[in-house]
């Protein structure tokens, strides 16, 4: 079966050493904001922006800002105006008019900040967010960061989703 990967920016040159040993069929560079947030490191827009250009990506994810949903949106916006086709992502949280906005600019979105925030005891629950998503921009595209289990991608029709779980033995 063909591969399909997703690389975080922040990973990128490690992936360029060993990507002789994938034939992948598609590739998405993921901005690695999360990567970079959970480290402490931050990420050139610039740089992140010229990557994003490069051919060998079948698509790109802009730099979402960690608890912010106006410098999300900023970045989005910036690297639009800079010529990436890098996709928005929209987070759990965030107002529903940002939803609209992506919706209207961009031919896909990513969903994030969904990991942990279905649990127990949570006060959003995932499916609900969910179904206000795909209620309000369906048949939008989406791809899901963090989401890959059968509950989740059986109930709802992403475009594409991703997880690092498959890695883990």
């Known amino acids: 079966r063909p591969l399909n990967l997703l690389i975080a920016y922040p990973y990128l040159r490690k992936f360029a050493q060993d990507c002789q040993r994938w034939s992948p069929a598609r590739i998405m560079l993921d901005s690695g904001a999360f990567s970079a947030w959970q480290s402490g490191a931050s ?61 209207k600019h961009w031919p896909k ?16 629950k995932l499916t609900e967010w969910l179904d206000q998503v795909f209620a309000r921009a369906w048949p939008h595209r989406f791809h899901a960061f963090g989401q890959t289990g059968p509950d989740i991608l059986f109930r709802y029709p992403f475009h594409s989703a991703d997880s690092s779980s498959w890695a883990v033995p």
């Open 43 to 103: 990420i050139d827009l610039d740089a992140l922006v010229r990557a994003s250009k490069k051919p060998i990506w079948s698509e790109s994810v802009s730099l979402d800002v960690i608890g912010s949903w106006q410098g999300s949106m900023q970045n989005a916006v910036a690297m639009r105006a800079l010529g990436s086709p890098a996709m928005p992502v929209f987070h759990v949280g965030d107002p529903w008019e940002l939803l609209d906005f992506y919706c």
């Open 109 to 124: 979105v990513g969903l994030g900040g969904m990991v942990g925030s279905g649990g127990r005891g949570r006060a959003i």
